[in-house]
Nanobody, 119 residues
């Protein structure tokens, strides 16, 4: 069982920045692909970004490419999402997910952190 705890959400103005963190409770953190997802009110959860266990295999959604960056620190069992040039449409609850890199389904989820971007 892997526990994930997100932090770093909050209220920010359009154009501002936030950095989300997700700390994982596992001794084999580098075995997990980590992902960030978000869910806005009335919408389905959507993929934002992912990063492989070694930190080299990354992917981001088209809607955030060039503005959001995912990175990880395996020594700290933590994955981050740096969000720049935030827009009101980025407002959502952001969730951290983990899956073993050999699997395709995210098995573990955090409780989510609210990000609100004011216009």
């Amino acid at each position: 069982q892997v526990q994930l705890v997100e932090s770093g959400g909050g209220l920010v103005q359009t154009g501002g920045s936030l950095r989300l963190s997700c700390a994982a409770s596992t001794r084999t953190f580098s075995s997990y692909t980590m992902g960030w997802f978000r869910q806005a009110p009335g919408k389905e959860r959507e993929f934002v970004a992912r990063i492989g266990g070694s930190g080299y295999n990354m992917g981001v959604a088209d809607s955030v490419r060039g503005r959001f960056t995912i990175f990880r620190d395996n020594a700290k069992n933590t994955v981050y999402l740096q969000m720049n040039s935030l827009k009101p449409e980025d407002t959502a609850v952001y969730y951290c997910g983990a899956r073993l890199s050999i699997r395709s389904v995210y098995e573990y989820w955090g409780q989510g952190t609210q990000v609100t971007v004011s216009s």
